[in-house]
């Protein structure tokens, strides 16, 4: 998924000739910690409402006021995983996306990354979920996506996880089958270790609870 497919139009930027006052007012009424800065289309930086909060003259223009801005770049034809590295390293809450030609296009909210990221990770297609615990030098997807399709099932999604202090890599596989028998049958035997399964929509209502738990926070 690109960073053009979750561009929202619903929170517009911030004009340099606002004040600080409707940047926090903004901030409160979208529920969101950074807004865009823009002016004629050109990105001046994204503003921090940890900036503005004990600034002594709200009635101050941002383009007059002494407030940092943040200017981390992102395009509209980068991957997602740009977009997650991207707020991950800035602890952001809304990300403004450029055009091909330099210029303002949109923002990301890090609450609609949460939303398609329910429906990247196949949240809410039925199936049934296997957790591989692997060497890292023995990893091969195709031969993981060759055992499943050997089953007759359908690979949704698959996710990788590891520990620096580790050799080893737990490899988190949703399928299209809730019946996970002869999937676990046949990764036994060829030594995969099996570490854990969730059967009947067990991972899918744990990951969807989780999901409405962390939007409803950004909610408040």
Not at 6 to 23: F, N, Q, R, S
Not at 147 to 164: C, F, Q, T, V, Y
Not at 168 to 193: C, G, H, M, P, W
Request: charged share 25%; proline share 3%.
């Amino acid at each position: 998924m690109l960073v053009e497919d979750l561009i929202t139009e619903d929170i517009p930027p911030l004009k340099t000739t606002d004040t600080v006052e409707t940047a926090l007012d903004w901030m409160e009424q979208f529920k969101v910690s950074h807004l865009a800065v823009v002016n004629n289309r050109n990105l001046e930086g994204i503003i921090s409402e940890n900036e503005l909060l004990d600034y002594d003259h709200p009635e101050e223009e941002i383009n007059k006021a002494n407030v940092r801005l943040l200017k981390p770049v992102l395009h509209h034809k980068q991957h997602t995983y740009d977009l997650l590295k991207l707020m991950s390293n800035f602890n952001l809450t809304l990300v403004p996306v450029l055009d091909e030609n330099e210029q303002y296009r949109g923002c990301i909210t890090l609450k609609g990354l949460m939303q398609n990221l329910s429906e990247m990770t196949s949240v809410q297609n039925p199936g049934g979920v296997i957790v591989l615990e692997i060497n890292q030098a023995d990893y091969s997807a195709t031969q993981i996506a060759n055992i499943i399709e050997g089953n007759d099932a359908k690979l949704l999604s698959l996710h990788i996880s590891s520990r620096p202090d580790s050799t080893k890599i737990e490899v988190t596989i949703k399928v299209n089958r809730e019946d996970l028998s002869a999937l676990i049958q046949t990764f036994n035997r060829y030594n995969y270790n099996v570490k854990a399964t969730f059967h009947k929509g067990d991972y899918d209502k744990n990951l969807r609870d989780r999901l409405d738990e962390f939007l409803h926070f950004l909610d408040i």
